[in-house]
């Protein structure tokens, strides 16, 4: 059905999507012009900050890309978070070399994201109903670690939290760590032949497993690595807040599947780009930067992110439309 | 197929960061009314801007704090921007990034919780934004003045009422209603509570819960806790917050135990009206209203070069039947 893969049936300018994107393309303008018109926005200072403070969710958003085009999807993404914090937090407050708690927090993501895609590769549970309830397991799973406590003063990931200085704007580490994660996904995505079994699954898993694909490993992998992106959020967590806490990132999931869907990445699986999940996150986070920065009410915040995402979701799904008829 | 989307974002995405880069180049470019953060207006409270970020709107508390803020800061002549935390910790501290890269003058700091948010009061550091906490204090950074109350003292205040109250029984089996796990508000008023428990062995509490401070879970778990105790055991419930007292008062009476004392925090409209009736023993009173009030003439002393003491305690009101009159409740 819609493969990323397949090539595109013409080189025209393609005047009808660009009419069937009018409404993205709309947004964009408009976020621009008011951008535009908000003093101080388009400084470095800003725009390095959204960026650092899009790195969590933009890694979380880089992991749910494998979990969306290979057909699943990941609501333990935010209590994955919390409980690898509040292991790496237990830990480092024992001592434990930072760099051991690092990998630590990435084996324990991936483990995480791997007991999620056992289910749905092996078990067969559908993929929203076990990630909901892993989403339950992992939170109570950390509010039992954490015993309700924070862990508070981890000072193990600060060199993480420090950053250089460009042309008078300092720039968290942190923003890189992201950059590099969606780099190194795009190429795991598009340049390698696991990425292509990935979108092969996501678009018709039945026909993927007639072609050769494994796609029952496929699926776990996939999944393994929205997990794997859990744990290396906890860490970029963990190196600017210092302390876990049983509620940690309560809805992050939420917010990495929205970036997904604002950059295009469907949820029907098999098709889309993590540089469009990434971009969606950026977009999101100026969304909420320019929000707070223009003045406009902050009573109004939740209906306008959920009225943006839903007109990246509705011109998107048209496109699709248009293009299938 | 994806290709136009991720087109639009890429483009949209290239206009904004090269737009900043070339903002950049030449900063003195675009005449912005009274924003540069180089030569500070007169010292007058014209053109100074106050920042605040509380830890949510979704609660009247806070709704109630929003007010207090504002109305001062109008009446001082400031201008002020009250933002919101959203409930989660680095959502606040993204707001209180996106303030300072704003340009503020003073940041008001009611945080979500006090370790979380040092990030935030370094970064106001850093910027040279001087920080009044409200409300509850951060755990680290530098900040000028601390203003609110203190919710251990508040504790305290619920534990004396509690064992003055169960005095003629001897004490007796309690149940209590905590607000949301290892938050600074839950922890505090729970070391006020503790410390007077102490002195009181005949006080048990026979069950402990945490309710996230919200109205649907005091009430689905004193459900529970009806079925589990047996009508005339429980001699009194505590809670850490009227949102929490009032729906499990209404359960209680309606399974029929109409004997036992309710302590409340706070002091909403409800709570009032149930102390009123006499359903209800006690609140304590905090006025977020007058804390914001509090915190907005702080932040203007220092702004204005006067010396601010480090704590400005507001004051805490054990409301009871005798002196219901005297007080308004706080929202």
């Known amino acids: ?325 | 197929m994806n290709q136009p989307s991720r087109v639009f974002l890429a483009i949209s995405f290239a206009c904004l960061f090269t737009c900043g880069c070339g903002d950049s180049k030449k900063p003195e470019a675009p005449p912005a009314p009274g924003g540069v953060t180089d030569a500070r207006p007169v010292p007058s409270g014209k053109g100074k801007r106050i920042g605040a970020v509380l830890p949510m709107f979704s609660h009247p508390f806070f709704v109630a704090q929003k007010q207090g803020l504002e109305d001062k800061a109008k009446e001082l002549g400031y201008e002020i921007d009250v933002r919101d935390g959203q409930d989660d910790d680095l959502k606040q501290i993204t707001q209180v990034e996106a303030l300072l890269n704003r340009g503020i003058d003073m940041l008001i700091l009611c945080p979500r919780d006090e370790d979380a948010l040092v990030p935030a009061v370094e970064a106001a550091n850093r910027a040279n934004v001087p920080v009044v906490t409200l409300n509850r204090r951060v755990n680290g950074g530098k900040v000028v003045t601390y203003v609110g109350a203190d919710d251990a003292e508040g504790g305290r205040q619920q534990g004396e009422t509690l064992a003055a109250a169960l005095k003629s029984t001897n004490g007796g089996l309690i149940i209590y209603l905590q607000g949301t796990q290892g938050s600074s508000p839950q922890r505090k008023r729970n070391d006020g509570l503790q410390s007077v428990l102490k002195q009181h062995p005949e006080i048990v509490i026979a069950d402990d819960r945490f309710t996230n401070f919200s109205e649907d879970k005091a009430k689905s778990i004193m459900t529970d806790l009806v079925r589990r105790h047996t009508r005339g055991t429980i001699r009194a419930i505590v809670t850490q917050a009227d949102e929490l007292a009032v729906p499990a008062l209404e359960v209680a009476r309606g399974e029929g135990w109409t004997d036992t004392f309710v302590i409340g925090f706070n002091g909403n409209k409800a709570a009032f009206e149930e102390i009123r009736l006499g359903h209800m023993l006690a609140t304590i009173l905090q006025d977020p209203v007058k804390q914001g009030a509090a915190a907005v003439s702080a932040a203007v002393d220092h702004l204005n070069g006067k010396a601010v003491p480090s704590d400005v305690i507001t004051e805490l009101v054990l409301i009871t039947k005798a002196n219901l009159d005297k007080h308004a409740p706080a929202y």
Not at chain 1, 163 to 180: K, S
Not at chain 1, 221 to 233: D, I, P, T, V
């Open chain 1, 1 to 325: 059905m819609s493969s990323g893969s397949t090539p595109e049936p013409s080189k025209r300018i393609p005047w009808r999507t660009l009419f069937v994107r009018l409404p993205q393309l709309a947004l964009a303008v408009l976020a621009l012009v008011l951008m535009l018109r908000t003093e101080r926005f388009f400084t470095p200072a800003t725009l390095g900050s959204i960026l650092t403070l899009a790195s969590i969710v933009g890694v979380l958003a880089a992991g749910q890309t494998f979990a969306l085009i290979g057909g699943g999807f990941d609501l333990s993404q935010g209590a994955a978070l919390a409980l690898t914090a509040a292991c790496t937090a237990t830990l480092a407050k024992q001592g434990v070399h930072p760099v051991l708690c690092a990998c630590a927090a990435l084996a324990v993501g991936l483990l995480l994201g791997a007991i999620n895609g056992g289910f749905v590769a092996i078990v067969r549970t559908n993929p929203f109903v076990t990630t909901l309830s892993t989403l339950l397991v992992y939170r109570g799973a950390a509010f039992l670690l954490l015993a309700g406590r924070p862990i508070t003063g981890i000072r193990s990931f600060e060199p993480l939290n420090e950053g250089i200085t460009i042309a008078g704007t300092f720039l968290p580490y942190r923003g890189f760590v992201f950059l590099a994660t969606a780099a190194i996904a795009w190429i795991i995505l598009r340049q390698t032949v696991f990425g292509q079994y990935v979108y092969a699954t996501g678009g018709n898993a039945e026909a993927a497993r007639l072609a050769g694909v494994r796609t029952t490993r496929v699926k776990i992998l996939s999944f393994a690595l929205s997990g794997l992106a859990a744990g290396l959020a906890s860490i970029l967590l963990l190196s600017w807040i210092r302390l876990a806490k049983p509620d940690t990132g309560e809805g992050y999931e939420l917010d990495s599947i929205a970036a997904c869907v604002v950059g295009g990445v469907s949820l029907q699986g098999g098709s889309g780009s993590v540089l469009g999940a990434a971009a969606g996150c950026l977009l999101l986070q100026s969304l909420a930067t320019l929000i707070t920065m223009s003045g406009f009410p902050d009573e109004y915040r939740k209906l306008v992110t959920g009225a943006v995402i839903l007109v990246f979701a509705a011109a998107d799904a048209l496109a699709r439309r248009s293009e299938r008829a």
